[in-house]
Nanobody, 121 residues
């Protein structure tokens, strides 16, 4: 089970920190990541962190977002800075039972309920 927290409303240029807790998993053996879906758009990968600490950032997130996991591997974070109105979306935490991450969201078996991020101009 994945539980997200930390979404909310912010003005452009502001920051938010999202958190995701994975319960009942062996956190260190899984890949965890953040995806987002804006109204009328497909879900897209934002950032992922594999079991070895290797991270991936989509172009939309580079230089603005930072993904991280705690030492136990059960918590995933997304620090978002310099937020833009186009970052407005529902952000989902996802996990897959593999030490390596994948780009396709179909590869992720576990999803959180999503947390809304709204950025106003």
């Amino acid at each position: 089970r994945l539980v997200e927290s930390g979404g909310g409303s912010v003005q452009a240029g502001g920051s938010l920190r999202l958190s995701c807790e994975a319960s009942r998993y062996t956190g260190s053996a899984i890949c965890m990541g953040w995806f987002r879906q804006a109204p009328g758009k497909e879900r897209e990968r934002v950032a992922t962190a594999d079991a070895y600490g290797k991270t991936f950032y989509a172009d939309l997130a580079k230089d603005r977002f930072t993904v991280g996991r705690d030492n136990a591997g059960n918590r995933l974070y997304l620090q978002m800075t310099s937020l833009r109105p186009e970052d407005t979306a529902v952000y989902y935490c996802a996990a897959r039972f593999s030490r390596f991450c994948a780009s396709d969201d179909d590869a992720y078996s576990y999803w959180g309920q999503g947390t809304q991020v709204t950025v106003s101009s």
